[in-house]
């Protein structure tokens, strides 16, 4: 049960951050100022599923690690710990800047300096979660090997 809990916390939250960025990227490129004050709104408001999901992954994969000697377990565990520093450290306080600069209508240089560091963030947890999403696959079937019949 606790690999189901990981995978779907662990996909969501994948999910969750590409749609994020994607939607930012998207509504800069062709989007109102209407259009990204939405997105902002959206992306902060979407944190409420992002931040659970993240929590989950985190600790059902600490769980499922622990006692693993294999170096695919070590990279994940240190993914995680830049990918949770990036969210808390960058993107959770980028979104509640945005979100607020773009609900005033305030789109000046602070805004796209945020709005920067943020997409780059975010493209940098993308990765970092897509790494271990596939180590996490390679993990997993090593695990049905040994698996005895």
Do not use: C
Request: proline share 3%.
């Amino acid at each position: 049960m606790k690999h189901r809990i990981h995978a779907i916390a662990s996909t969501l939250a994948l999910l969750t951050i590409t749609t994020f960025w994607v939607s930012t990227a998207l509504s800069e490129a062709f989007g109102s100022p209407e259009t990204i004050a939405l997105v902002k709104t959206a992306v902060l408001y979407g944190m409420v599923l992002l931040i659970p999901a993240m929590a989950a992954a985190g600790a059902t994969g600490a769980s499922l690690g622990r006692g693993w000697k294999l170096p695919q377990v070590a990279a994940k565990s240190r993914r995680m710990k830049i990918i949770a520093a990036n969210g808390l450290l960058i993107l959770l306080p980028s979104a509640v800047f945005l979100a607020a600069k773009a609900q005033a209508g305030q789109f000046g240089t602070w805004f796209y300096l945020i709005q920067t560091l943020e997409l780059a963030a975010g493209a940098a947890n993308i990765t970092l979660l897509s790494m271990n999403l596939r180590d996490g696959l390679r993990l997993a079937r090593r695990r049905k090997m040994r698996k005895p019949a």
